[in-house]
């Protein structure tokens, strides 16, 4: 026995919370027995590289290189994808992937290098293995994009499970690294290590915390030379470390850029993709799955609000909405698991007729969103458990015991989502709720999180899970545990509801997330690098392929002061998902509380937000199709500029407008780094020249935002009605947009992919001509049309 966990359980105990105190100490015991009976500790370990080159056997897309301890598989799939995979790893199974793995490149061959080596060349890539095992990746002119070097694996002396390894890799000295979920330290990713452990924090987090809800073994390398992506296809548990390049001024002798990845365990296979980040954003895409596109409402404003009271507190809430002119379009609730065999007491309390709150408030334009937990309290005549345990769906150890963990409720037991079974069984709980007015879910604690008085705070590594009949332990269903649950979700409301689009995010995940819908992180702490750190999130997140996700606005662990609830506020409603919350000790945390000045510049950020929807929904759009995120890095269109990959202070939102949020008090003008260009203040329509630095008002009132010269976006009218915003072209140029009408929710088409209108506009003198190009023709716009930036 330890004794400073002794201490630790006593004083849990002693503090005040013996409720969940007694409950947290017995986990954390638990635990500690479970995983020692469970995987013996590492002992004694001998290292291994993969030796010389002895043959290699040609293939679709590739071929196999044997080496003198290992082997190397390598294919260039049709989409212009990379995989490698060592010790005869493949592509499947994996969690990541959508559709099974993509076809292999038929023109792709696997042809003799110098000094012994082999080398894949295909159209847009070539790989080039050295005869020890190292790998370069080319683009087809020659450049090297990266040089991964011989893997180095630490196996168990006499056998056994546990195999380490280790895979170092350089890139150019210029080179910026990107991704790895969401970080909040970011978007940059700076010389450090990270973690690959979705983790709760347990406390409100800024930007040096690490790691968090949402890691993937996924990063983006922007350098002068091009991008690419690499995804090491391992869900346990590991670091990345990563050292920036230094160039050398004109000496000649630069230090490369450094990347190197530790996994306890899982195959040592790999991905990459070469190209601009548009073109790696959409193969990623293909790779592993389109993104859910989310009913329209999703686009709207969201509020969550800690220990909402009942029915009446939410009816008052949503009339204040109302009374001072602001929109609303959902309120999440803690209403617990996603249904029941019988509705659980505590919500028969404190909302009393469900359905009938949810009719009233549909009425008004709001839906509610359920907060939805794995953890499913130990109570016998509860619906969701005794199902659960009828079926053996909850997670078990070693001996075959359900794990019991600590949840919110009390003690609780966890669905084992690995299971294709269990996410049917847990799928089918969704109708209830859906039935009883609920239009969406939010995951949360889905970690997953069980709450232990000491010894981390996820369920013990030695519980067992099916993955998906290959059997294992937690140490590799962790990671991946949030994802299946949101798989499970997605598909259960696709089911109960198949003409609606489903409204589903989640606070973890893994690669492949977007398939099952977006991410929304809350724990944020309260003050301005908590408001940094949420735009940190969201662009990490976007550049690994989930394009819908947020932050709440206004922290969890305090109540933010006038100015920085409006500045949260203000970049909240330029991100993908828009989510105000208040946590325990922040009042209700609406607008009105902060001031009448506050309050009237929160409705100016709101209803302009509204009045963005349709070109958020074309955003959207185009994310199902292309992968390409709604909020981008100011150099998502010229990696090559070095100034820009430098910039982490403002953002793309598509390719027609430039976010620059105040991330700091006192800030009533900011200086703003433009891409190549005219751009023009939405303001005041003061043109600017890029590329350069800009200095731009940014009183309280707003936070600039500029329109790029010749860009088309739609926009909600006065009537409700669209209408085309165009910023002028500068004289002698031109521009153009694509916008994609919604369809709706709840409609025949809704899930249809409407068809993408293409506008033009040129530039005459002091008019501008907007047309519609048709496979047929050219023709006027079937909207009004309303142009800016004239003067």
Known sequence: MDGRDLVRSVGVV????????????RAAWRMRRSDATGPAPRGAERARVPGSVVEAEPGPGGGVIRFARSELRVAVAVNGAVFWGWDGARAEPSYALAGGCPEPDPRAVLEPDKDGGRRVVAERVTVVVSRHGAIEVRTPGGVVLRRDLPPRWWEPVGGGQGRRWTQRSEVAADARFFGLGGRAGGPRLRTGTYRLWNTAPGRAFGCGDDPLYVTMPVH?????????????????????????????????????????????GGPLRCWVMVGTPARVLRTWASL??????????????????RNLGGGQEVRRMVSGYREHALPLDAVHLDVGRPAGRQV????????????????????????????????VPVSRGDGVYDSGAEAGAFVRDAAGRTVRGVGRAGESVYPDFTHARVRDWWGGLYEERLGRGVAGFWHDMNEPTSFHAFGGSTLPRSARHALEGRGGDHRE???????CMARAGYEGLRAASPRQRPFLFSRSGWAGMQRHGGACSDGLATGWPGLRASLSLVLGLGLCGVPFSGADVGGSDGRPSPELYLRWLQLGAWLPFLRTHAGGRAGSGEPWEFGPDVL???????????????????????????????????????????VLRECEDAFLLGDGLLVAPVLGPGVDRRV?????GRWY?????????????????????RIPVLARAGAVVPVRGEDGGPVLEVWAPAPGQAGGGLVVPDAGDGVEDGWDEPEIERYVARREGRRVVVAREREDGVTEPPCPVRVRGLG
């Open 14 to 25: 002693g503090a005040g919370r013996a409720a969940r105190g007694w409950h947290t100490v």
């Open 220 to 264: 983006l390398v922007v350098a002068d030379a091009g991008a690419h992506l690499v995804f090491h296809d391992s869900s346990w548990d590991g670091t990345v470390t990563l050292r920036e390049g230094e160039e050398g001024a004109g000496s000649g002798h630069d230090l490369a850029g450094c990347c190197e990845v530790r996994m306890d």
């Open 288 to 305: 592993t799955g389109a993104p859910a596109l989310p009913p329209s409402w999703a686009f709207g404003h969201h509020h969550a609000r």
């Open 344 to 375: 659980p007491p505590g919500d028969r309390e404190r909302l009393g007729d469900l359905p009938v709150l949810a009719e009233e408030l549909r009425r008004d334009g709001v839906r509610l969103v359920a907060t939805v937990g794995p953890a």
């Open 477 to 483: 269903a962790h990671n991946v545990y949030g994802l």
């Open 600 to 642: 009237a510049h929160a409705r100016v950020a709101l209803l302009g937000r509204r009045r963005l929807l349709p070109y958020l929904m074309t955003l959207a759009h185009l994310a199902r199709r292309t992968g390409a995120p709604c909020a981008r890095p100011l150099w998502w269109g010229a990696p090559e500029d070095r």
């Open 672 to 676: 703003v780094c433009l891409p190549r």
């Open 681 to 701: 203040d939405t303001a005041t329509e003061v043109a600017y020249e890029g590329p350069g630095r800009v200095l731009v008002d940014a009183p309280l009132s």
